[in-house]
């Protein structure tokens, strides 16, 4: 098994909770040799879990080591650094989402096969076990509604135990200033002359956080024929949409609870007879199982049963890494590569674009890279 010489670029709160932990366990297959941050402190934490490690302030600087893979975990856009690291001929591992509108997305997407290098996105619940018992499972035949409903709550008291770098921003202030404006100017391009909260929501919901609601439906029922409806609240605290997947009515509603932190997710599958369900936990608790519910029953009976199934103690974060390895290794793309994370922004735009009336997207484009 060859061990992949990797840098990382971004060592923030998802890859000091995730990230940089499993690649230290996995060290049959991770060899990371480079870490680069703009935030000293972020980069002296990870500077201490792989002491002989380069630790870079530039990304220039890192990509001039000699690395076989690159992730890009930062918290802004991943298509120039994602760009860099392909064109120079390294595999990219991308956090979601891929990027923050189609156009770089696309980029990203045309630079890694320009080099015949690997692009993955990383959506590890694909990767949970549950999920994948579900997929392997479900009937789709049969289904005719889906519910997905987050209750979205304050991380801190699930990475409170945790011996984390955090704190206010110490990196340059102009740097950072900089990067914001950069952010702005690539939302302006997914949304052009769109109003501050739908902006907002965009960026701040729907990319970061119920991207992978979309992206896990997409995973088990398709491509989405139609966007019937979308609807930001007043405050930008929920996001109500409803689609149709062929016969399969969905809706999807994320709510942001503040003020309780008691996270919950729930992905629910019905047929007429029969329901599936998932259960996700905080994503940021390690090995927290997620919870496989399927019921059923006999029609015009009181006859009904339910069982709750723990598939696997495996966190998801470290499969999706083995994934990305094997990939590589095997030449192939991953389950969730480019193309699948640009659907997702794709979908994103068309979500937020319907809530401000400018088009209910139809069956040829909705999830389609543009």
Not at 62 to 90: C, K, N, Q, Y
Not at 170 to 175: P, Q
Request: with cysteine.
């Amino acid at each position: 098994m060859e061990r992949l010489r990797t840098g990382v670029v971004g060592c923030g709160l998802v890859a000091q909770v995730m990230h940089l932990p499993f690649l230290l366990e996995l060290a049959d297959r991770y060899e990371v040799r480079a870490l680069c941050d703009i935030s000293p402190r972020a980069l002296a934490h990870a500077g201490a879990l792989f002491p002989e490690a380069r630790r870079h302030v530039r990304l220039e600087d890192l990509l001039a080591e000699e690395l076989d893979t690159v992730f890009v975990l930062t918290p802004g856009s991943h298509a120039p650094a994602a760009i860099a690291a392909a064109e120079t001929d390294r595999h990219v591992f991308v956090e979601k989402p891929m990027c923050i509108n189609p156009i770089e997305g696309r980029r990203m997407i045309d630079a890694a096969a320009a080099s015949g290098v690997v692009l993955m996105v990383g959506y590890m619940k694909r990767y949970d076990p549950a999920y994948e018992e579900l997929e392997r499972t479900l009937d789709r035949s049969s289904l005719k509604y889906a519910r997905v409903t987050t209750l979205e709550s304050p991380l801190d008291p699930y990475v409170a135990h945790l011996p984390l770098s955090r704190g206010g921003p110490d990196a340059d202030a102009d740097l950072l200033e900089s990067l914001a404006a950069d952010d702005a100017a690539r939302v302006e391009i997914a949304l052009p002359a769109a109003d501050a909260l739908t902006r907002r929501v965009y960026r701040a919901f729907l990319l970061d956080s119920m991207i992978h609601e979309l992206n896990g439906v997409r995973g088990l029922l398709g491509e989405p024929d139609a966007l019937h409806f979308a609807r930001f609240s007043a405050d930008g605290g929920s996001i109500t949409t409803s689609f149709s997947f062929g016969d399969v009515e969905c809706a999807a509603m994320w709510i942001d609870l503040p003020g309780i932190a008691r996270y919950e997710q729930d992905w629910s599958f019905y047929g007429p007879d029969a329901r599936a369900s998932l259960s996700f936990p905080s994503p940021f608790l390690r090995n927290e199982p997620t919870k496989l519910v399927v019921e059923g029953g006999e029609a015009g009976t009181a006859h009904t049963w339910r069982s709750v199934h723990t598939v696997s103690y495996d966190e998801a974060f470290k499969r999706e890494l083995l994934e990305f390895h094997a990939a590589v290794q095997e030449g192939r793309p991953p389950r969730t590569d480019g193309e699948d994370g640009l659907r997702d922004v794709v979908l994103c735009q068309s979500i937020a674009r319907a809530h401000a009336g400018v088009s209910v997207v139809g069956p040829t484009t909705v999830g389609a890279p543009a």
